[in-house]
């Protein structure tokens, strides 16, 4: 089945750890994002990335990292740099349309510090 | 003004009624827009797309759109205690194909 899939659901970082959250999806879309929610709160832009071995920051880059080597995967790191990571992780896809793209979810990720 | 807002609810209605969803956008250029679904935990999953104004309908969901008001909603017929959820409003931004998310509406369906 077609879809988005992302790994680890639940990840536990340490003090000064750098994580990778994995996304892949075989729906041959261009574009792939990466957004955080924090409990009550809406979605944020952390990247996204229109094209292969290109990608741009959204609204809450810092200490965040991102690659785009294959069309299909668009991993996240998660550095020592970004001080409160705790949250819930979405990785997204989207075919481009006319006039915006509609954007499609991976099942998510919850990080949390210890 | 925030780009897109939304009241957080909670919205409460009984089984059987119409649920009504707000949402408004600053950026008068925006053209596509979008409801989502998000239940406790889970991944957002979209439920409509509306680009012209007017209404589109889908099942039990309507959504509505007035770009001269900058305002989209969304309608539940007949609401279920499983449309129990957070909604979604989500807006392209002027001159790029990404959307801009609303933090949300919650709505409760009570039997």
């Known amino acids: 089945d077609g879809g988005i899939t992302q790994s680890p659901k639940y990840l536990f970082r340490k003090e000064g750890q750098n994580v990778t959250l994995s996304c892949e999806q075989n729906?041959?879309?261009?574009?792939m994002y990466w957004y955080r929610q924090d409990p009550g709160q809406g979605l944020r832009l952390i990247y996204y990335?229109?094209?292969?071995?290109?990608?741009q920051k959204g609204d809450i880059a810092e200490g965040y990292s991102v690659s785009r080597e294959k069309k299909e995967s668009f991993p996240l790191t998660v550095t020592s740099a970004q001080k409160n990571p705790t949250a819930f992780y979405l990785c997204?896809?989207?075919?481009?349309?006319?006039?915006?793209?509609?954007?499609?979810f991976g099942e998510g990720s919850w990080l949390t510090v210890v | 003004q925030k780009e897109v807002e939304q009241n957080s609810g909670p919205l409460s209605v009984p089984e059987g009624a119409i649920a009504s969803l707000n949402c408004t956008y600053s950026?008068?250029?925006?053209?596509?827009f979008f409801w989502y679904r998000q239940y406790s935990g889970k991944s957002p999953e979209l439920i409509m797309s509306?680009?012209?104004?007017g209404d589109k309908e889908d099942g039990r969901f309507t959504a509505q759109l007035n770009k001269a008001s900058q305002y989209v909603s969304l309608l539940i017929r007949d609401s279920q205690p499983s449309d129990s959820a957070t909604y979604l409003c989500?807006?392209?931004?002027?001159?790029?194909?990404?959307?801009?998310f609303g933090r949300g509406t919650s709505l409760i369906v009570h039997p």
């Open positions: 997204a896809s989207s075919i481009r349309g006319a006039t915006g793209n509609t954007i499609y």
């Open positions: 729906l041959n879309h261009d574009a």
């Open positions: 990335s229109q094209i292969v071995n290109d990608f």
């Open positions: 950026d008068r250029v925006s053209q596509s």
């Open positions: 509306i680009y012209s104004n």
């Open positions: 989500a807006v392209n931004r002027g001159g790029s194909y990404i959307p801009t």
